[in-house]
């Protein structure tokens, strides 16, 4: 169900780098690196990316390509010994998946759809837990939807070059650090972040400057209409209504970048969360379409 075809590699010389804090970072040298566009059965790349593939530390402005014979033993796993696998590891060149971004207004469901999918696949997704200044909802556990900072904490890390991105909402700061990014890639799997609009547009301009070549998938979830969005987060109980007022204020606006094509800086694909069941399996589909 997941069929595709083979794998198409083409050849460029580019220098080893990586971005650190905020900074760019050149190692001494160059090597020929092999650009590849994989397209091969979902199931075999989920296979691969668990195999914890000595991801360097800070390497979050890598090309995202790999030597063989990354992709030549795709085929082959599961059939070689424990000793074989463990050779090949250590050989293998640095690679990390490019991360999803899951973007959406505040009530779309993102939470829960991706509950299902760490669920399902846990040693092949891995969150990226971002950094908030609000103060955290029943349930919400410290590390796991979020790092809880005060604005003090964040605005001196962010100073620092600790964030890929912020954004700021309704007086709270959000953001993504290096650090968390890269606690996903070290483990082999593919990094999911959670981000606004905002900081789409934060991580674009970076892209767009050369300041990082992060190469996020953007898969926009989109609520079937306002309304149902307001109902949704009247349902939770912890919106005042001015909060309620602002957060549809920017469900707005987001949808509007939502309607955007790629070419023009908008997502990758638009998934709408009017069936959780049906939404979620257009997210497994939207994956298996990028990663093949």
């Not at 998946?97 to 846990?122: C, D, Y």
């Not at 955290?136 to 809880?148: A, L, S, V, W």
């Not at 694909?269 to 990663?291: G, T």
């Amino acid at each position: 169900m997941f069929a595709r075809s083979l794998t198409r590699i083409t050849s460029t010389r580019i220098p080893h780098t990586l971005l650190q804090a905020g900074r760019r970072v050149s190692y001494r040298g160059e090597s020929t690196l092999r650009s590849v566009k994989r397209v091969a059965p979902f199931a075999n790349i989920l296979a691969v990316s668990g195999l914890g593939l000595g991801i360097a530390l800070g390497l979050l402005n890598v090309p995202w390509s790999a030597e063989p014979p990354f992709f030549a033993t795709i085929e082959a796993i599961g059939t070689e010994n424990a000793e074989e696998q463990q050779r090949k590891k250590r050989t293998m060149a640095p690679t990390v998946f490019r991360p999803i971004v899951i973007v959406g207004p505040s009530g779309t469901g993102k939470s829960t759809i991706l509950k299902l999918l760490f669920a399902e696949f846990p040693d092949k997704f891995g969150f990226s837990v971002s950094h908030t200044t609000r103060k955290p909802r029943p349930g919400e556990t410290h590390g796991k939807e979020y790092y809880f900072t005060t604005k003090e904490e964040m605005e001196a890390d962010a100073a620092k070059g600790k964030f890929i991105e912020t954004a700021t909402f309704a007086t709270n700061m959000y953001g993504t650090s290096f650090e968390a990014v890269e606690n996903v890639f070290k483990s082999g799997r593919i990094a999911i972040l959670d981000i606004d609009v905002q900081g789409v547009m934060t991580l674009q301009s970076l892209a767009a400057s050369g300041k990082t070549t992060l190469q996020p998938i953007y898969l926009f979830l989109s609520p079937p209409s306002i309304p149902e969005l307001e109902k949704r987060l009247r349902s939770r109980g912890t919106e005042t209504e001015e909060s309620l007022s602002k957060r549809i204020e920017a469900a707005t606006r987001e949808m509007e970048w939502g309607k955007k094509s790629a070419a023009e800086n908008g997502p990758d694909r638009v998934i709408i969360n009017d069936d959780l069941n049906a939404a979620y399996a257009d997210l497994k589909k939207a994956i298996s379409d990028f990663f093949g």
